[in-house]
């Protein structure tokens, strides 16, 4: 019988009640008896106890069999990898290499943007495809793209998104990328960076305020030499994840 039964559960529930009818039996007839009743109560104890251990190991999982509680796992079934569900550009994304894809989800009309954001997959993208990775979001002004795709192909693992705001782009608009990019790529939806030119870093910089768990950083972005912004902006990063891993059940 496996420790995550529930005929073991079930067991286990029932003994415990059979002891708290003998514990109350006993109390009336053995007075006097003091082992007898402290016995009981112990008892009672222990087997409540076990009953909730096995529940809480049932419901995540803890020691599946009698083999990992003992630490000995020969014979278990080996770990399998979570499947990562993909995005739905992924196709597209990765074929697009370091040329970008423009990404035009429905309702981005309502970020008040002045050209549809340009999404840039890194390399490996898709061979890596049980990986979620961080981003770099780069707010600039739509002629500096072609230096901008150059530089975000020297960071190997974080997806670029290139935003060139509207005149009535708030932080707002910008608050709505996050939720709306997992669902098209393997994107991670917090531990984000932000590149932006000088134009406009004081809306760069009231996104950060308004969700600092989400950007981590804000790198002033040289035309000149876009590729230091982008290093900065990647060590502030997190690792690309892969995919959990859980016990068969």
Not at 19 to 42: E, H, P, S
Not at 103 to 115: D, E, F, I
Not at 225 to 233: L, M, N, S
Request: net charge positive.
């Amino acid at each position: 019988m496996r420790l995550t039964s529930l005929w073991l559960i079930l067991l286990t529930g029932g003994l415990a009640v059979l002891a708290v009818a003998g514990t109350v039996w006993f109390w009336r007839i053995a007075r006097g008896r003091t082992a007898v009743r402290i016995t009981g109560l112990i008892l009672i104890e222990a087997l409540v106890v076990l009953c909730a251990g096995l529940v809480a190991n049932r419901a995540d999982s803890f020691f599946p069999t009698w083999q990992a509680l003992t630490g000995d796992s020969e014979g278990d079934p080996a770990p399998q990898a979570v499947r990562q569900a993909p995005g739905k550009l992924d196709s597209k994304l990765a074929a697009a290499s370091g040329a970008g894809l423009a990404w035009t989800p429905a309702g981005y009309t309502t970020w008040h943007l002045a050209a549809p954001p340009v999404l840039i997959a890194p390399v490996g993208y898709r061979k890596r495809t049980d990986h979620t990775f961080p981003v770099i979001v780069v707010i600039a002004a739509e002629g500096q793209k072609p230096s901008i795709r150059a530089a975000a192909a020297s960071v190997p693992d974080a997806l670029t998104l290139v935003v060139t705001p509207g005149p009535a782009t708030t932080v707002a608009d910008l608050a709505a990328l996050p939720g709306r990019l997992a669902h098209d790529a393997r994107a991670m939806s917090d531990g984000w960076a932000v590149v932006t030119d000088q134009q406009y870093g004081a809306l760069a910089r009231g996104w950060q305020k308004s969700a600092p768990a989400r950007i981590r950083t804000v790198a002033d972005l040289d035309v000149r030499h876009p590729a230091a912004a982008f290093g900065t902006a990647a060590r502030s990063l997190p690792e690309a994840l892969a995919a959990p891993v859980r016990l068969p059940s």
